[in-house]
């Protein structure tokens, strides 16, 4: 009790100043005068502001923290989203492969693009499959769109595809139309050729190609293009045909590789026609 009594000897001027303040507020607080209301609103205002002032202090501290859970959220939904548009690319992919395979009576083996090379005078492109899946040399590759190419060389579980824009890509077509035959072919340019067409034969631009009967590799009646352009050559008997593949060989994801083989009594009576010939 001595104690406490030293303190309030030792601090009794802000003991008085606490006590006088207490009375002036609960002065205030009971005067009804008009002059003494303003002040206790003006007082009351005062007091919010700085009441609203203080709490900013603790938000800006925590407004880094909240700021990168939000960075982390928007990667991780962004993440998501993509995955999903993703997912639902391949999923519209595969069922359209489901319904072309369900619809060709050609026995199909299907294949993932895992590596494709578009900017060289052979291109090639990089399958999944093998001949541990029954892919042999020389099998044709398509697509529901149409023709892609065919097989050059397999291992047990990868094989290597020659698509329609490589040099040394030949195969027999067809204008659909017209039932004209010529032979397909690349020249390094931005489309398709076809060679061997005269230029008394019925072509038009917008005619659809397909392969035709007389392909040693490709089934008949495939799609292979669009005539883009047909010319004259004056000093040429042929018509210059060019086309465009209705495959979009830079988005070719999946393919089908048809197991069929070669006629192999049909190849050697044709080429010791052509021996007899020379």
């Given amino acids: 009790m001595h104690r406490i009594l030293n303190i309030i000897t030792e601090f009794k001027e802000y003991f008085v100043l606490i ?3 207490l009375i002036s507020l609960i002065l205030l607080a009971l005067n009804d005068n008009s002059q003494i209301k303003q002040i206790r609103s003006y007082t009351v205002g005062i007091i919010g502001v700085a009441q609203t002032t203080l709490t900013l202090f603790p938000n800006i501290f925590n407004l880094q923290q909240e700021n990168e859970i939000l960075r982390q959220l928007n990667v991780t939904m962004s993440d998501e989203v993509s ?6 690319i391949e999923n519209t992919q595969l069922r359209k492969m489901l319904i072309f395979k369900e619809k060709n009576f050609f026995k199909l083996v299907s294949a993932d693009v895992i590596g494709k090379s578009l900017n060289l005078l052979r291109n090639t492109i990089t399958l999944n499959v093998g001949t ?19 097989i050059i060389a397999t291992s047990a579980n ?16 067809k204008i659909q139309r017209s039932r004209v035959d010529g032979i397909l072919a690349w020249d390094g340019g931005n489309y398709l050729l076809i060679k061997n067409v005269s230029k008394k034969q019925d072509v038009k631009v917008g ?3 397909t392969t035709s009967e007389y392909s040693k590799i490709f089934p008949q009646n ?16 042929f018509k210059d045909i060019m086309i465009e593949p209705t495959v979009d060989f830079t988005k070719v994801e999946q393919v089908f590789v048809i197991q069929t083989l070669l006629d192999s009594q049909r190849v050697d009576l044709e080429n010791k026609s052509v021996a007899r010939g020379k």
């Fill in 83 to 88: 995955r999903l548009r993703e997912a639902k």
């Fill in 222 to 237: 495939i799609k292979v293009g669009l005539v883009t352009e047909v010319t004259e050559n004056p000093i040429s008997l």
């Fill in 158 to 173: 990868y094989s290597i595809g020659q698509i329609l824009y490589n040099k040394d890509f030949r195969t027999s077509v």
């Fill in 19 to 21: 006590l006088l303040i």
């Fill in 207 to 209: 005619d659809l190609v």
């Fill in 132 to 150: 541990s899946d029954s892919v042999s040399v020389n099998m044709p590759i398509i697509t529901e769109q149409g023709v892609v190419g065919r």
